[in-house]
């Protein structure tokens, strides 16, 4: 799934929240992106002790959330289009009432910043402005930072836990599991729940 797409079905999803001017502190695009790649807050987000953190990789999340940040950014700002448009119409009309009004000029001159800023903002989204859990969720739909191993072990930890028909049943139910969370066609770490339930019965024949 390429960025853009997914940004179409994160619109949807968020109330397209693509859309939204970013709150402050004001941060453009020309964030640091270099320390941003560093020391991305999603890998700490990935890094969560449990199931997400055996499923990805995340040391490859961290080192190229920086990409698809600005990726998402990108796209944000194409789709503030309309937006962006309104925006620059509002300040145009303000500049001709603060002509019209000169003795109302300063307050004038005040609402225009705050519209500047604004299409600012609508121009360059701040990448670190995408939460932690908006990032992850790309991820859960491309097959890169993936890990065979922790899904493997994750799923026989989970087979070993309840009554089963022994460790080579579970050792085919994980093989199978992490198989197809790295395999094709790409399938979300929800997805995969729901497949256990056929890997098992097949495990079991």
Same mark, same amino acid.
């Given at each position: 799934?390429?960025?853009?797409?997914?940004?179409?079905?994160? @619109?949807?999803?968020?109330?397209?929240? @693509?859309? #939204?001017?970013?709150?402050?502190?004001?941060?453009?695009?020309?964030?640091?992106?270099?320390?941003?790649?560093?020391?991305?807050?999603?890998?700490?987000?990935?890094?969560? /002790?449990?199931?997400?953190?055996?499923?990805?990789?995340?040391?490859?999340? *961290?080192?190229?959330?920086?990409?698809?940040?600005? !990726?998402? +950014?990108?796209?944000?700002?194409?789709?503030?289009?309309?937006?962006? =448009?309104?925006?620059? %119409? !509002?300040?145009?009309?303000?500049?001709?009432?603060?002509? %019209?009004?000169?003795?109302? +000029? !300063?307050?004038?001159?005040? %609402?225009? +910043?705050?519209?500047?800023? %604004?299409?600012?903002?609508?121009?360059?989204?701040?990448?670190?402005?995408?939460?932690? /859990?908006?990032? #992850? =969720?790309?991820?859960?739909?491309?097959?890169?930072?993936?890990?065979?191993? *922790?899904?493997?072990?994750?799923?026989?930890?989970?087979? #070993?836990?309840?009554?089963?028909?022994?460790? *080579?049943?579970?050792?085919?139910?994980? *093989?199978?599991?992490?198989?197809?969370?790295?395999?094709?066609?790409?399938?979300?770490?929800?997805?995969?729940?729901? =497949?256990?339930?056929?890997?098992?019965?097949?495990?079991?024949?």
């Amino acid at each position: 799934m390429t960025i853009s797409t997914f940004l179409n079905r994160l @619109c949807a999803w968020t109330a397209c929240m @693509c859309l #939204m001017v970013w709150p402050a502190p004001f941060v453009t695009a020309q964030t640091d992106i270099t320390a941003m790649a560093n020391t991305d807050p999603v890998e700490t987000y990935c890094r969560d /002790g449990g199931r997400r953190e055996r499923l990805f990789d995340c040391s490859c999340i *961290g080192a190229s959330a920086g990409d698809v940040r600005l !990726a998402m +950014a990108g796209q944000a700002a194409e789709k503030n289009a309309r937006a962006i =448009k309104s925006t620059e %119409k !509002a300040i145009d009309r303000l500049r001709d009432m603060a002509t %019209k009004r000169p003795e109302q +000029a !300063a307050a004038f001159e005040s %609402k225009i +910043a705050d519209q500047q800023q %604004k299409l600012e903002q609508l121009r360059n989204p701040d990448p670190m402005s995408f939460g932690n /859990g908006v990032v #992850m =969720k790309y991820y859960d739909t491309v097959p890169q930072c993936r890990r065979h191993d *922790g899904a493997y072990q994750a799923t026989f930890d989970s087979c #070993m836990r309840v009554p089963n028909d022994g460790p *080579g049943y579970c050792e085919c139910v994980a *093989g199978k599991i992490a198989d197809t969370w790295v395999g094709r066609p790409v399938v979300s770490s929800s997805d995969l729940r729901s =497949k256990e339930v056929s890997v098992r019965l097949a495990c079991r024949q």
